[in-house]
């Protein structure tokens, strides 16, 4: 490429020793700017880590690899519940695209914001009520964490549940 590389290649200067195969080198350029990206990444990604909060992705600290649940503690999970009319008792609802738009973490990441606003999760029965259209129509949605207990590992059947927020329709 004489002339017309703009710096990225240079012309061979060696052979494989197979034929007429040549080695291409990076010309400096190019190898500067490679090496001038690899550095910010390296430098996003270990801020990231040490200081770091969950918006810094997709330079923040992954939690879910770094921390644990104790032997004898709790782990926790989110879940949506949803009644239609008639209905009295809650049952659970689907966290997936296909049914609400969203997946698991996508609500399960904006819980303080549906806690501080539960008309959000209106959205969702409106979200259910588009994709799902000859499913019954959602009247009311909660937002509800549980806790299985754990002792030394091991379930002990025991299941908190708190709800966090609740929408029903007017």
Known sequence: ???GGVGLLREPTQRSGR????VLRLGASARAWRTLLLLALTVGFVAGSLVGQDTWWPF?????????T???????AMAVEVRTAGETRWRPAD????SI???RAEVEGRVPQIQSEPERLG???LAHARLEPRSPRWTAVRLVRRESVLLDRRPTG???STVLARWEAP
């Open 1 to 3: 490429m004489a002339g």
């Open 19 to 22: 034929g007429d195969e040549q």
């Open 60 to 68: 923040s600290p992954w939690r879910m690899f770094s921390t644990s």
């Open 70 to 76: 104790p032997p004898s503690g709790a782990v926790v």
């Open 95 to 98: 966290l997936t695209p296909a």
């Open 101 to 103: 738009g969203l997946n």
């Open 123 to 125: 959205t969702l029965a």
């Open 158 to 160: 025991e299941v908190r």
